[in-house]
């Protein structure tokens, strides 16, 4: 008999002694937990659930809290002023060993439900006692970085090489008054700053950016 059980955003499909390795669990090695989402029973007389089985269950022993594989992945950024950076991953995962698989009887077994890591805690407050958040107001798509207000005593601009005193007043215009701002653009930032000030690949061609780096470090 198998039964293929939904935890963490996945589905698994499982039997009676197997091993089988999960996104973390709030539960210790030792501890029994049982999974309540099945979603088909295997064997001589197959149940599909519609999602899930009513009664079914599967228990299972934790063995440890492990973490899988490291994954690597790279950040490189197209133009010459930028860099490439290496990042590793290593998901925290808890290892298990299945010892019961219920067609039956699971809402009445008493065992602990199997909850992720990230859905309890200590200090966990029900979503009808919080105060209901505000919607986020949408950002602009986009647009380059302003700042708040003008730096006071911002920078010389027209330090930049091809940044005359007509462009210093236009990009005044739009918050942008130091080199550390530049400095920071995004390609999106590059993009939407062109074309709101209607010179189209003139920061790329002129490398604003690389030198606003150079004169913001002083």
Same mark, same amino acid.
């Given at each position: 008999?198998?039964?293929?059980?939904?935890?963490?955003?996945?589905?698994?499909?499982?039997?009676?002694?197997?091993?089988?390795?999960?996104?973390?669990?709030? =539960?210790?090695? &030792?501890?029994?937990?049982?999974?309540?989402? %099945?979603?088909?029973?295997?064997?001589?007389?197959?149940?599909?659930?519609?999602?899930?089985?009513? &009664?079914?269950?599967?228990?299972?022993?934790?063995?440890?809290?492990?973490?899988?594989?490291?994954? %690597?992945?790279?950040?490189?950024?197209?133009?010459?002023?930028?860099?490439?950076?290496?990042?590793?991953?290593?998901?925290?995962?808890?290892?298990?060993?299945?010892?019961?698989?219920?067609?039956?009887?699971?809402?009445?077994?008493?065992?602990?439900?199997?909850?992720?890591?990230? #859905?309890? #805690?200590?200090?966990?407050?029900?979503?009808?006692?919080?105060?209901?958040?505000?919607?986020?107001?949408?950002?602009?798509?986009?647009?380059?970085?302003? =700042?708040?207000?003008?730096?006071?005593?911002?920078?010389?601009? #027209?330090?930049?090489? &091809?940044?005359?005193?007509?462009?210093?007043?236009?990009?005044?215009?739009?918050? %942008?008054?130091?080199?550390?701002?530049?400095?920071?653009?995004?390609? =999106?930032?590059?993009?939407?700053?062109?074309?709101?000030?209607?010179?189209?690949?003139?920061?790329?061609?002129?490398?604003?950016?690389?030198?606003?780096?150079?004169?913001?470090?002083?």
């Amino acid at each position: 008999m198998f039964a293929v059980l939904k935890t963490g955003g996945k589905q698994y499909k499982v039997s009676s002694g197997d091993m089988l390795r999960v996104e973390k669990l709030a =539960a210790d090695a &030792g501890e029994k937990v049982q999974f309540n989402e %099945i979603l088909m029973l295997g064997g001589d007389a197959p149940v599909v659930g519609a999602p899930f089985i009513e &009664g079914a269950a599967v228990q299972a022993e934790v063995v440890d809290q492990v973490k899988g594989d490291k994954v %690597i992945h790279f950040v490189k950024r197209r133009r010459k002023h930028g860099s490439q950076r290496t990042k590793g991953h290593r998901q925290q995962l808890t290892l298990l060993r299945i010892t019961e698989i219920m067609a039956n009887g699971g809402d009445k077994s008493g065992v602990k439900a199997a909850i992720g890591s990230g #859905s309890v #805690s200590a200090t966990a407050i029900s979503a009808a006692d919080k105060p209901a958040k505000k919607a986020a107001a949408p950002k602009a798509a986009a647009a380059p970085k302003k =700042a708040a207000k003008a730096a006071a005593g911002g920078d010389d601009l #027209s330090k930049i090489s &091809g940044v005359g005193p007509v462009i210093v007043k236009k990009l005044h215009g739009e918050g %942008i008054t130091t080199f550390a701002q530049i400095a920071a653009w995004t390609d =999106a930032d590059v993009e939407a700053i062109e074309e709101k000030l209607s010179f189209k690949g003139r920061v790329g061609r002129e490398d604003w950016i690389a030198q606003a780096i150079e004169l913001a470090k002083g």
